[in-house]
């Protein structure tokens, strides 16, 4: 029999963060619930704004494969926790139209995913033209998510 320990090694622990247990997201949630926290999703906003920083040096040289490998999953979980968080512009959103903003939201971000996907399969292949497409792809979803879902500044 396996022990607590042992259960967890083997893939609890995977699986729960798989779920999302203990990150916020609700697994068969259709929506994200009222009581989400802005300011959780601007810190997962910063993970992504990090590793993108971090990204656009270690892309420069193919032998930072397994940092930028690294950089992109770490973008990836951040990316995943968003979409269980909605934004706070919801709120200006009238009630009426915010479920369809909402859909809106997370459709943008299963592809910011997907583009993020691509950019690791194209690591992965070892493929530099892949590879600087799929980036530019990720960087150029943040001003269209930002131009759809953030408060204007003024
Ligand atoms: C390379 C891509 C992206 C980067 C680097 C990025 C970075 C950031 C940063 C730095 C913030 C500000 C956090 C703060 O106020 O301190 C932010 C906010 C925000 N971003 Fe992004 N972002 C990206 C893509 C996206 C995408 C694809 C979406 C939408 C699908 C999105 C939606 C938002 C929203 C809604 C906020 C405001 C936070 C709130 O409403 O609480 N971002 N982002």
Redesign the pocket.
């Known amino acids: 029999m396996l022990s607590l320990n042992a259960t967890l090694r083997c893939g609890a622990v995977p699986l729960a963060l798989c779920l999302g247990l203990g990150t916020g997201l609700r697994p068969g949630s259709s929506l994200p619930a009222d009581d989400d926290d802005?300011s959780e999703?601007?810190a997962q906003?910063?993970h992504?704004?990090d590793a993108?920083k971090h990204l656009r040096r270690s892309l420069r040289d193919p032998a930072n494969r397994e940092r930028s490998l690294e950089l992109v999953v770490d973008m990836q979980a951040a990316t995943f926790a968003c979409k269980a968080l909605t934004?706070?512009?919801l709120e200006d959103v009238p009630e009426s139209a915010r479920p369809a903003f909402v859909t809106d939201?997370r459709r943008?971000?299963v592809d910011?995913l997907d583009a993020q996907l691509e950019l690791e399969a194209a690591l992965l292949d070892g493929d530099e033209a892949a590879t600087k497409a799929a980036f530019d792809r990720?960087?150029g979803?943040?001003d269209?998510?930002?131009a759809r879902?953030?408060r204007d500044e003024d």
Request: proline share 8%.
């Open positions: 802005p999703l601007e906003m910063e992504i704004e993108v934004p706070a512009m939201y943008t971000l910011f990720v960087r979803l943040e269209t998510g930002h879902f953030t």
